[in-house]
């Protein structure tokens, strides 16, 4: 994986996230590209599928999602996402609008509301799992 981060870092092709220049995130085997256009996607694309070859790894399309975050004055695009496709390792790439990812909900408004609805769910289920007990205890 710290091949595939240095490649895609040295093609220079990510997004500027105010000063910070950022083209992947990684964490164990997952893998987030930050491109700030279709083709820059399909390039940072080209470059997994090519060092994945390389390696005898693979990446699985169907956990893969691609996520566009739109500006609003760009907004009126958005119907016309689902003619571009990427793919890798030969598969397309599904777009969503949402997606969990290391234990958070990303969605293309960068609205927290799924993320802090889905936080709010456990902390109650955690609750209820320790009330459960001391009920047992008495």
Known sequence: MDDL???????????????????????????VLLAPSASALCKMLAICDTNAAE????????????????????????PLLPDNVFYIGGNPIEFASSFPHLCHVITDTFDHGPDITKM?????????????????VL
Do not use: H, P, T
């Not at 390696?55 to 958005?78: E, I, P, T």
């Open 5 to 31: 981060l240095v490649l895609l870092s040295n093609a220079n092709i990510g997004c500027f996230i105010g000063n910070n220049y950022v083209d992947a995130l990684a964490y164990a085997e997952d893998l």
């Open 55 to 78: 390696d005898c790894m693979s990446f699985n399309a169907q956990k893969s999602k691609c996520l566009v975050k739109l500006s609003n004055a760009c907004r009126y695009l958005r």
């Open 120 to 136: 709010l769910g456990n902390f109650i289920g955690q609750v209820n799992d320790v009330l459960f007990f001391w009920q047992g």
